[in-house]
């Protein structure tokens, strides 16, 4: 599975990455995750299964749905209090949900 974060600028999901590889290792589950900035979403995204927004980059819900959606990548805004606590183990079930959708 191909996992993409994005968020303003591409470093506060850093440390949520790390945490999301952690526990998809644990699990024996073979990811890709990786996160960029708003500016380069819309070159990456392609490769991804799924697309996360951090929720600084809400905004781009409706643009990236759009977007994404011609190519069957289904897209979601972390949940707030999971992006604030770096919950990876949440935020891979979150991408893990979105995938299986």
Request: proline residues 2%; hydrophobic residues 45%.
């Amino acid at each position: 599975m191909n996992i993409l974060l994005c968020c303003s600028a591409g470093m506060s999901t850093s440390l949520i990455v790390s945490k999301m590889e952690k526990i998809a290792e644990s699990r024996g589950i073979s990811a890709r995750i990786w996160a960029v900035s708003e500016s380069v979403v819309r070159s990456e995204f392609i490769e991804a299964d799924v697309l996360l927004l951090g929720p600084q980059v809400r905004f781009l819900l409706d643009e990236m749905e759009s977007v994404c959606g011609e190519n069957n990548i289904p897209v979601d805004v972390i949940d707030m209090f999971s992006y604030g606590m770096c919950d990876g183990e949440a935020i891979l079930d979150q991408a893990i949900k979105l995938n299986n959708k």
